[in-house]
Structure formats: C-alpha cells, structure tokens
C-alpha cells in the first residue's frame, strides 16, 4: 500500500507561481515512478508530468514543458511540482499518482499509476 497526500495548491494570479508537493508513505517511494495528472470537472483527467525513480529521467505535456518542473527527494518520501508562469487554462484539480508495478520507469496514461492523492485545487486568476 502507497498513500499519497498532496498539498500546495492555492490561487495566483496568471503569470505567477506555485510549488506542489506530494508526501508518499509506505511502500519504498524510490523504486517507483511518480506523476502529476490535472483535472477540469466534467474533464478526464490528463497527463501534466512524471519522473523514474531515480530522478534521472522526466516526461512533460506540451502543455506545461518550458513552464512545469516535476522533481523528486526520495530522502524525504516527496515529490514536486514546480509550476510557474501560470495560466488561467492551467485551472485543475491536481493529482500525484504512484507507478508501482512499471519498474520504476516513468508513463503516461492514467491506468499505469495504481495509486493515487486526494487532489489539490489550482486556481489560475487572469
């Protein structure tokens, strides 16, 4: 079992930044792959970022690449999200998620991730 607690959403004005963490307990957070996913109501959710389980390698959405920074300390069990020069497009819900089985390779579709946060809400204000 993995749980995930997400925190550091918030509202910001378009143009600024916000730093989303996600704290995973449990099952050994540095042999698994993590991701961001976003999600707009009446959405499915989407792919936003993910990273190996080393760190060393990471994936973006066009979407967010040049702007969104999805980083990892397996020291403290956490993964981030790094988001800046928001958008009002950029108004989700945000989810991490967890890929236990994938050997620690990062992926992009949402059935890869078998566990999931609770979410936290980013308001992008123009």
């Known amino acids: 079992q993995v749980q995930l607690v997400e925190s550091g959403g918030g509202l910001v004005q378009a143009g600024g930044s916000l730093r989303l963490s996600c704290a995973a307990s449990?099952?050994?957070?540095?042999?698994?792959?993590m991701g961001w996913f976003r999600q707009a109501p009446g959405k499915e959710r989407e792919f936003v970022a993910a990273?190996?389980?080393?760190?060393?390698?990471?994936r973006y959405a066009d979407s967010v690449k040049g702007r969104f920074t999805i980083s990892r300390d397996n020291g403290k069990n956490t993964v981030y999200l790094q988001m800046n020069s928001l958008k009002p497009e950029d108004t989700r819900v945000y989810y991490c998620a967890a890929n236990t089985k994938g050997g620690g390779w990062y992926s992009t579709p949402t059935y890869d991730y078998d566990y999931w946060g609770q979410g936290t809400q980013v308001t992008v204000s123009s």
């Open positions: 449990g099952r050994t957070f540095s042999r698994y792959a």
């Open positions: 990273i190996t389980w080393t760190g060393s390698s990471t």
